[in-house]
């Protein structure tokens, strides 16, 4: 395969002044596009219509013309399949909407399409987002672009391995309890988690409501804060979209504003950007079973961050192991619930035998689900049943003030929380757990911040003796995106991490 398009421009504000100046056209840029995605053997994408994205393109195309353009207009991205779409199928991955399209747009896709991004379609992900290795999609397993025999992490795994194998340079993804910083630190790339409330979910298929947040994955941290700006902002149409962040407005002007002010802060001394800033490392996050690859990659991260200037500062999150089951009792009764709509009835697949009511939806449910959502189904039931929801549903979402009180306590002896986003790089595609609960547990540096609703991101910091990608996790306060964008930045100028292309060394 020939190289990508893409690959000729080191970001999106690159790109998007090429657009501008006339060097390329939305067209061009997607035609490329669509060939790449129809010559790709990695199964990023679920549903691919290039009639839609060429009239999107040539729309782009006359915004530009116009003079009208925003950074984003012209430039090809894509969705992953949670989010609702006029035109493409809308399948989360699952049998169970095998062909469902949808008759509006999510509100996150309204808002790029309004920026002038053209979509080339929707992206593979686990079963309903419930997964942390992208291989319970109905539609196959997704393949690691720097390495085809290893999953790119989940659930947002098509978003991230399509962008790392060049198919498209930024993408939606969700996040419920890691899924957008890991598939971001298996494949080599940035990804945001913003504050829970900040970016609609108004045509988010639900898969746990209280902790379900959209986010960009992209390349580098400035490429996420260019979808960023875009997606944030309230939404009437979501009873949890936040109109306000702490005094300010819910707007993209308000993460920008605050990425350039730390920014400039940086800028003020050259030497010793970050001096001043305190980094939180919690014990607990480099005293469990992380390998020797990803913890090396991770202390020389720390190192260079000192090397800027900022300083360490022993932190403890000491509920953090309380975090796996807490999450998995939560979300899965959040799961229980809003799934029970698809019953063959008013949504989603209808089996073909039946006998009254009861074995349809029974079947319908049965042959339409797979079996890891099955799992949470049954789990979700079972904790909230009678006799039981004091005991495990209450007694979790107590434990969940808990933690989130644990961050609160340590945001304020740090300025960002620095760790781990996984254990180890990514898993082979046919890892076999007897212990089907064992990759729950690879989410335990990442489940917590889902829990208090915090800002998280993925960086990338360093590679295995496998040649595989190493992420980096920075945790902030609430409504600080911009900063942790901003730090983000500061170690990626420093550093070329993210700059390494799959396939290369």
């Known amino acids: 395969m020939t190289m990508s398009l893409f690959n000729e421009f080191s970001d999106?504000?690159?790109?998007?002044?090429?657009?501008?100046?006339?060097?390329?056209?939305?067209?061009?840029?997607?035609?490329?596009?669509?060939?790449?995605?129809?010559?790709s053997d990695i199964n990023a994408f679920t549903h691919v219509d290039a009639d839609l994205t060429l009239a999107q393109a040539?729309?782009?195309?006359?915004?530009?013309?116009?003079?009208?353009?925003?950074?984003?207009?012209?430039?090809?991205?894509?969705?992953?399949?949670?989010?609702?779409?006029?035109?493409?199928?809308?399948?989360?991955?699952?049998?169970?909407?095998?062909?469902y399209v949808s008759p509006f747009d999510a509100t996150v896709v309204e808002q790029l399409l309004a920026a002038g991004a053209v979509s080339l379609g929707k992206l593979n992900c686990d079963e309903f987002a419930m997964g942390s290795d992208s291989t319970t999609s109905y539609f196959g397993a997704i393949k690691n672009p720097w390495d085809h025999s290893r999953?790119?992490?989940?659930?947002?795994?098509?978003?991230?391995?399509?962008?790392?194998?060049?198919?498209?340079?930024?993408?939606?993804?969700?996040?419920?309890?890691?899924?957008?910083?890991?598939?971001?630190?298996?494949?080599?790339?940035?990804?945001?988690?913003?504050?829970?409330?900040?970016?609609?979910?108004?045509?988010?298929?639900?898969?746990?409501?209280?902790?379900?947040?959209?986010?960009?994955?992209?390349?580098?941290?400035?490429?996420?804060?260019?979808?960023?700006?875009?997606?944030?902002?309230?939404?009437?149409?979501?009873?949890?979209?936040?109109?306000?962040?702490?005094?300010?407005?819910?707007?993209?002007?308000?993460?920008?504003?605050?990425?350039?002010?730390?920014?400039?802060?940086?800028?003020?001394?050259?030497?010793?950007?970050?001096?001043?800033?305190?980094?939180?490392?919690?014990?607990?996050?480099?005293?469990?079973?992380?390998?020797?690859?990803?913890?090396?990659?991770?202390?020389?991260?720390?190192?260079l961050y000192e090397s800027l200037g900022a300083t360490r500062v022993d932190i403890s999150l000491p509920l953090t192991q309380q975090a796996v089951p807490t999450y998995y009792v939560i979300t899965p009764a959040e799961a229980s619930s809003n799934l029970s709509r698809f019953d063959g009835v008013r949504f989603g697949h209808r089996a073909a035998e039946y006998t009254d009511l009861e074995s349809m939806i029974s079947n319908s449910r049965a042959e339409g689900f797979g079996v890891e959502v099955i799992r949470r189904i049954l789990t979700g039931t079972y904790v909230l049943s009678e006799g039981y929801y004091d005991a495990y549903y209450l007694q979790a979402q107590r434990v969940r003030r808990l933690i989130a009180n644990d961050f609160r306590t340590a945001l304020e002896q740090c300025d960002v929380i620095l760790g781990p986003v996984a254990p180890r790089t990514a898993q082979r595609l046919d890892h076999q757990d007897d212990d089907p609960t064992a990759d729950w547990r690879n989410d335990v540096y990442t489940l917590g911040v889902n829990l208090a609703g915090l800002p998280a991101m993925s960086t990338p910091c360093g590679f295995s003796s496998q040649n595989m990608p190493i992420g980096l996790q920075l945790i902030g306060n609430y409504f600080n995106e911009g900063q942790l964008l901003a730090i983000a930045d500061r170690f990626q100028q420093h550093s070329d991490w993210h700059q390494r292309i799959a396939g290369t060394k």
């Open 58 to 99: 040539d729309a782009a195309d006359a915004l530009l013309a116009s003079g009208q353009a925003t950074a984003l207009t012209g430039i090809p991205i894509a969705h992953k399949d949670v989010f609702v779409t006029k035109g493409w199928r809308t399948t989360a991955g699952s049998k169970m909407l095998e062909n």
């Open 151 to 303: 999953t790119p992490g989940g659930s947002s795994g098509g978003s991230a391995a399509a962008i790392a194998a060049g198919l498209v340079m930024a993408a939606t993804a969700s996040d419920t309890g890691g899924s957008i910083r890991q598939p971001a630190a298996h494949c080599g790339l940035t990804g945001l988690k913003p504050t829970y409330g900040t970016i609609s979910r108004f045509g988010v298929i639900a898969y746990a409501s209280s902790l379900d947040q959209a986010g960009p994955i992209a390349r580098s941290a400035r490429d996420v804060l260019a979808m960023l700006q875009h997606m944030v902002g309230f939404d009437a149409n979501d009873p949890t979209s936040l109109a306000l962040c702490g005094d300010q407005k819910n707007d993209g002007a308000r993460i920008t504003e605050q990425f350039n002010q730390h920014s400039t802060q940086f800028d003020a001394n050259a030497a010793q950007p970050l001096k001043g800033l305190r980094i939180g490392l919690p014990k607990e996050f480099f005293a469990g079973n992380i390998d020797a690859d990803s913890a090396a990659a991770i202390e020389q991260a720390i190192q």
């Open 12 to 39: 999106l504000t690159v790109l998007g002044q090429a657009l501008r100046a006339g060097t390329i056209s939305a067209r061009e840029l997607a035609q490329d596009a669509l060939q790449r995605v129809a010559q």
